[in-house]
């Protein structure tokens, strides 16, 4: 578990100093965290309201052996070393995010979830039986609060640098004894961390929630939430100086700034792209979910439509511009009925329908240029898909069960069938004539895949739980855009574990590992080069099946509540990640077999302490320092120049005030307080430039909440 897990406020503890019980629903019932095989790391939303956290990438960054890749259709995420990064409208993730239960295939969703929430769970490794395709690496759980039956409001409001202001707030109100409604909203607008403005935020989420109950065998919930976010969104720096020739013949838009090695400049957050940069994107869904309780069991269905638009103006990417448009209608249904919560074998079975079509189209300018426009000599290549279509399927069961009081068997089977097509078109056009083009492409493919889990698990005392297990996990294959052969293969892991939950101390005291070896097979690897026909030279993201890669390490996580006022935390995640045969065909191309995997640090841990001072009838002042230490890796397969992040400390500070009872706080926080320079990600350009990401420089603010 993260040190921002761990950094709940000793109100979280008994008056004896133990630690608290976690209730997670990893597997999609609730249950003790420390009672459940699985690698996982809670984040309360109390505490990510009083650090004045307000997206899923600053959650996640602070949890172990998670790495955060930024980029312009929202953040994705790496968790031991598994993922790839590939763009929404070409690929699927390695992470299967969930809002309520409801699968977001496009990771900017997760603006619209994270105000008025219960928890973030975040379970390493495959979860292919339970969560389906796309959980290679692991899944994401947020959970939101449902209305309960009293009235109740919160709200917050946070200020600090960068022009930040960001505000939450809530009210639930009983309309009936049978239905109660909640309204959400959270906003945050801050200027951009780069020195051309980009790297902002400009998002106002409003959720509404209506809870029916008319006895103690029905509840139905019903939500709907909308986001926006504008603002100059995702920017880029520089890696690497300009390639010769680039000063005298720029392959930059003409606009732009010409830098060195801006990585090593005074302000590394310094960028070459000229801000022209505009952003505009809207998420709408509706979504209910029906438990009812039938006296053998549990059924639970849960139906969901999601709608997303987005555009990006003048986008800098791979030093040139473009102008992208994407938009994707979903729409979801599980079916599943699980057993009694007091039933001696713990079994679960259902059903998954996805539908979805994710239409893209956009322009990019050939390096050197700077106008969209059809003038003469100007040169502009031209995507499209206006159909890019996914249907899948699934059908799943999980059962646990008792050999002994001690002793416990499980066992769970996935059948996925999934079934995707594009219709497209690539160009190239100078001064508004086509000189070269792909035409109409359409390609359709399925794919199908039975995944699989198997453990034992075994009381050793109390409060020590040991367990053993094989899982796997498969992410759909796909498409890019280009004339075919334009599609890749499934991966598919397979992942042994072994791990034990324990506390000791009188519950002071908590001691958690996982090792795990991974088989990873037909990783997706994604590259730049040039798509057909090449004398276009159109270049975009291909993808490519490697061979596969090797993968071992640990989770190993402590917490001990030293005396009731005093907490200190410590994990380390050592990681062993390898490609095994990698040879990518094409300009871009090359052997990279043995490679490092991308963001896959040998070593990698935090380190929290905290110390709460009672201060009478007026309530507590708790003080936390917390570390995020990580040893040197790469941040491409490739290793290219420049894209190698040196070790790195990363620390925050917390100082809160929180009156009895917990009515109302006031935080100040310092975040980066090394204001390291953390490059998060890189592309490299057709003409040899090496861009990338770049985490936040320090920051600092204040947050106030109340309750009511």
């Given at each position: ?204 989420s409003e959720r509404l929630k209506l809870l029916y109950r008319p006895n103690d065998k029905v509840r139905l919930v019903v939500a709907a939430d909308n986001t926006h976010e504008g603002g100059e969104g995702e920017g880029e720096i520089q890696l690497t100086p300009p390639p010769p020739g680039f000063v005298t013949n720029p392959a930059y838009p003409k606009g732009t700034a010409l830098l060195g090695n801006a990585i090593h400049t005074s302000n590394p957050w310094t960028s070459p792209d000229p801000a022209t940069a505009s952003r505009d994107a809207n998420f709408h869904s509706i979504r209910a979910q029906l438990d009812w309780d039938l006296g053998f069991g549990v059924l639970t269905v849960i139906p969901a439509y999601r709608h997303y638009d987005y555009s990006c103006l003048s986008c800098w990417r791979s030093e040139t511009d473009q102008n992208n448009y994407v938009s994707e209608h979903q729409t979801t249904v599980e079916a599943r009925l699980a057993s009694e919560a007091n039933s001696p074998i713990k079994w679960l079975a259902g059903l998954y329908y996805l539908n979805s079509n994710n239409p893209s189209n956009g322009l990019q300018l050939t390096p050197g240029e700077d106008s969209f426009a059809s003038t003469a000599g100007n040169t502009v290549n031209q995507f499209g898909q206006g159909l890019y279509t996914t249907n899948s399927y699934a059908a799943f069961g999980q059962a646990t069960y008792p050999v002994t009081d001690w002793l416990r068997l499980t066992g769970g089977l ?295």
């Amino acid at each position: 578990m993260s040190s921002s897990a761990w950094a709940q406020s000793m109100s979280d503890a008994s008056a004896a100093g133990e630690i608290k019980t976690i209730v997670v629903t990893a597997e999609k019932r609730p249950t003790n965290a420390q009672r459940t095989p699985i690698s996982i790391a809670a984040v309360s939303g109390a505490q990510i309201a009083r650090d004045g956290e307000s997206s899923i990438a600053q959650v996640m960054a602070k949890v172990g052996a998670v790495k955060v890749l930024q980029g312009q259709d929202g953040p994705t995420f790496y968790i031991r070393g598994v993922g790839t990064g590939v763009p929404t409208g070409i690929g699927d993730p390695e992470v299967n995010l969930n809002i309520d239960g409801i699968y977001q295939s496009e990771p900017e969703f997760s603006l619209a979830g994270l105000y008025d929430i219960a928890r973030v769970e975040v379970l390493r490794g495959p979860q292919g039986t339970l969560y389906g395709k796309n959980a290679v690496a692991g899944a994401v759980n947020i959970i939101t609060n449902d209305p309960t039956f009293k009235y109740e409001g919160a709200a917050s409001v946070g200020v600090g640098s960068y022009n930040l202001i960001q505000a939450q707030g809530m009210i639930n109100v009983p309309l009936s004894d049978t239905v109660a409604v909640r309204a959400a909203f959270g906003t945050e607008n801050h200027s951009g961390y780069l020195s051309n403005g980009a790297d902002d935020a400009n998002v106002q989420s409003e959720r509404l929630k209506l809870l029916y109950r008319p006895n103690d065998k029905v509840r139905l919930v019903v939500a709907a939430d909308n986001t926006h976010e504008g603002g100059e969104g995702e920017g880029e720096i520089q890696l690497t100086p300009p390639p010769p020739g680039f000063v005298t013949n720029p392959a930059y838009p003409k606009g732009t700034a010409l830098l060195g090695n801006a990585i090593h400049t005074s302000n590394p957050w310094t960028s070459p792209d000229p801000a022209t940069a505009s952003r505009d994107a809207n998420f709408h869904s509706i979504r209910a979910q029906l438990d009812w309780d039938l006296g053998f069991g549990v059924l639970t269905v849960i139906p969901a439509y999601r709608h997303y638009d987005y555009s990006c103006l003048s986008c800098w990417r791979s030093e040139t511009d473009q102008n992208n448009y994407v938009s994707e209608h979903q729409t979801t249904v599980e079916a599943r009925l699980a057993s009694e919560a007091n039933s001696p074998i713990k079994w679960l079975a259902g059903l998954y329908y996805l539908n979805s079509n994710n239409p893209s189209n956009g322009l990019q300018l050939t390096p050197g240029e700077d106008s969209f426009a059809s003038t003469a000599g100007n040169t502009v290549n031209q995507f499209g898909q206006g159909l890019y279509t996914t249907n899948s399927y699934a059908a799943f069961g999980q059962a646990t069960y008792p050999v002994t009081d001690w002793l416990r068997l499980t066992g769970g089977l996935r059948y996925n069938d999934d079934q995707k097509q594009e219709n497209g078109f690539i160009s190239s056009q100078t001064g508004g004539v086509t000189t070269a083009s792909t035409g109409n492409f359409t390609t359709s493919k399925s794919w199908d895949a039975l995944t699989y889990t198997g453990g034992v698990e075994m009381d050793l005392a109390k409060n020590s739980l040991l367990y053993a297990k094989v899982s796997t996990g498969y992410k759909a294959g796909g498409f890019y855009q280009g004339a075919a052969p334009d599609s890749y293969n499934p991966e598919k892991l397979t992942s042994y574990e072994i791990g034990s939950k324990n506390r000791f101390l009188n519950n002071r005291l908590e001691i958690n590992v996982d090792a795990f070896y991974y088989d990873y097979r037909d990783y997706q690897v994604n590259y730049l080069g040039f798509i057909n026909p090449a004398s276009a030279f159109i270049f975009g993201v291909l993808t490519q099946n490697a061979a596969g890669a090797q993968i071992y390490g640990a989770d190993i996580e402590t917490r001990y509540m030293l005396t009731p006022n005093d907490q200190l935390d410590a994990s380390v995640y050592p990681l062993h990640a390898r490609f095994s045969t990698l040879i990518l065909p094409g300009f871009f191309g090359g052997n990279f077999t043995g490679n490092t995997l991308p963001f896959a640090p040998s070593w990698s841990g935090n380190l929290g302490y905290q110390h709460m001072f009672d201060i009478g009838d007026t309530g507590t002042v708790t003080a936390r320092i917390e570390t995020h230490l990580e040893t040197g890796s790469w941040v491409t397969f490739q290793h290219s120049a420049s894209t190698y992040q040196s070790s790195y400390s990363n620390s925050n500070a917390y100082l809160t005030y929180e009156t009895l009872g917990g009515k109302w706080s006031v935080t100040a926080y310092v975040k980066n307080l090394e204001n390291a320079a953390i490059i998060t990600n890189a592309q490299n350009g057709p003409a040899g430039l090496m861009t990338g990401d770049i985490a936040p420089p320090r920051t600092y603010g204040v947050q106030v909440s109340d309750k009511f």
